[in-house]
């Protein structure tokens, strides 16, 4: 039985900025693409900050234009009918939360969010463990923070590698296509509740 909704961040919340970044650049230059992967690894443990991320990003790319208000985040950002989601999910009484590739900009901006609207019962990144996002010992230490089991959570992401990892611990996912095939899906989960 599902008690917990997961959702990935970047490719449901938001679009997925840094990905399309590192995709545009691969197609020009396989070896900055690297780099830049390697700056947001360190990003989301939380060993560099959101200004030396895209310090770095200006650096490796070659762009002379500042980067930051590319990836800079905002309240307004999330979506409309991401809230409306989630508030509805919490009224079937299940438990919502963000578990992702986030770093310091991230967590920040939905626990800003997280504070007026009380609305997520978890927020966790890489750096909230210390421990890459696809490893059984930040899953085990984000679950057990949750307080469901694998089997009792939905992950919500259009990450492949992100859904075949949550598989592979045993727990239900979905592929996010867009909001209204998700709150579909939801809908019959909600409705097949006990």
């Given at each position: ?53 895209t310090g770095a990003l ?9 980067l930051t208000e590319n ?124």
């Amino acid at each position: 039985m599902i008690r917990a909704v997961i959702f990935d961040f970047y490719s449901v919340v938001i679009p997925d900025v840094f990905e399309n970044f590192e995709k545009e650049l691969l197609s020009k230059d396989e070896q900055s693409a690297s780099k830049i992967q390697k700056q947001l690894d360190d990003y989301f443990m939380g060993l560099s900050t959101f200004e030396y991320l895209t310090g770095a990003l200006e650096y490796i790319s070659g762009n002379e234009k500042s980067l930051t208000e590319n990836f800079k985040l905002f309240e307004s950002d999330i979506p409309e009918i991401f809230i409306k989601l989630v508030e509805a999910l919490h009224m079937h009484f299940l438990k919502v939360s963000i578990i992702a590739n986030i770093g310091e900009q991230e967590i920040s901006l939905l626990s800003n969010f997280n504070e007026q609207l009380k609305e997520f019962d978890l927020i966790a990144g890489p750096s909230t463990y210390g421990d890459p996002l696809l490893s059984e010992s930040f899953f085990k230490a984000a679950l057990k923070d949750l307080g469901e089991p694998p089997q009792n959570c939905l992950l919500i992401s259009g990450h492949q590698d992100y859904l075949n990892f949550a598989k592979q611990i045993s727990m239900n996912v979905y592929r996010f296509i867009d909001f209204n095939d998700v709150s579909r899906y939801l809908k019959l989960i909600v409705n097949s509740k006990p």
